[in-house]
């Protein structure tokens, strides 16, 4: 079973911090499919936080097909998280190699580039909450 | 689902000439945390006991579960009620306050106080009024729970306890939601403690409500902006909550409609705190006109050179 662990200071929300502790055990082979997850009451009771936060966290990682919710049972482990594939990444990266050289051609430094990416991606997050 | 666990309707309580709370008018809706904040004497101890039925209203109305506190006994045993300085009988055994709740509450879930307070370690010959603070805070919450009711109300839980037991009780409390899906309304005067279990925030201020609504939302439309001196509107901008003016800088949150993307401003998200204390040092009552426009204010002469 694992445990999860909040940081209350970190600008990552809760439930992601909780969805992304998810996927990190399972890709380091912590918790394997078949495997049930801490259940709502388990977890609040761990790290006190709100019972929604938990079961808006189990919800986005049923939605990403890698858990299931088993009605009065619990959450249960389907399957490992799949990143996408190397060329698809490889694609990505290279154009934001291309947007940040027009970065820092336009003058730039890099702290300023490290803020404009962070905002654009919370931007882009709390948007794609809204319509969720 | 349609009964709201409280709604007021222009409330207000008056003691003698002085208004404790006024004008306040709330939905909250059941199956939620509400953080009910604000600093002493802004009128939450008022409102949690005009919820109870313990104070009844000057003006205005209030229901609790759809009912009229105070009203119906019934609905007394539907509304518990932790307050402020959790009163248990000191000299009582926990067995005998056990006891003493369940004699004087027609529903009573005696395994449920048990079961809570054994796995808690919390020894029940010993007299409350030995206990630690974080003890006497759960064996307060053990009797409140085992009346089952649907609302349960504190007013500052968090107040005396430390904060190893501050979590040991919000733990305690949030489980309680998680099984039994009670309804919390729970008032303090910080609000770092609830940012993790509240899912609803309620901010009083000079006995009004300066902010109520959920807290995810607050949070997604509430933005901490700083740029250039203003004195023009800023395209996304729904109205300016609290600001700060430098003789060069403006420092501003604000609410927002839409993207800021003027490339002038520094936009940055806020956390739960910031939005509450900006609320409780901006503009009066949350009914003034919105104002989408960064005016340049001149800051008062006791202000200048401080």
Redesign the interface.
Known sequence: MIVFR?D?RS?IP?YLQIVQQVKHALRLGMIEPGDQLPT??QV???????????LKAYRDLERDGLVEGRAGVGTFVLKRPDGPPPPLLAQLRRSLDRWLRSAFDAGLDPESIE?LFE?GL??SL?EE??TA | MNTLALEATSLGRRYGKTWALQDCSLSLPTAR?VALVGPNGAGKTTLLHLATGLLQPTSGSIHVLGERPGADPEILGRVGFVAQEMPLYRSFTVAEMLRFGGELNPTWDRSLAVDRLESLSIPFSQKVGTLSGGQRGQVSLAIALAKRPELLLLDEPLASLDPLAR??F???L??S???HGVSIVLSSHLV?DL?????HLVVLRNGRVAVDGDI?GLV?SHRLVSGPRHTGALAGVGEVIDRTDTDRQTVALVRTVG?ILDPAW????VDLEEIVLGYLGGREGSNAPADPTLRAVRPAPSEVGS
């Open positions: 909040i209350g600008a809760p709502i009451k609040v009771a761990d790290v006190a936080i709100n019972p929604n936060t938990v803020s905002s919370r931007d709390s909450e809204d | 945390v979590r040991d919000l733990a305690a949030m489980e939601v998680a099984e770092s940012e993790r279990v509240c899912d995810g997604r993207p520094t936009v940055r998200e």
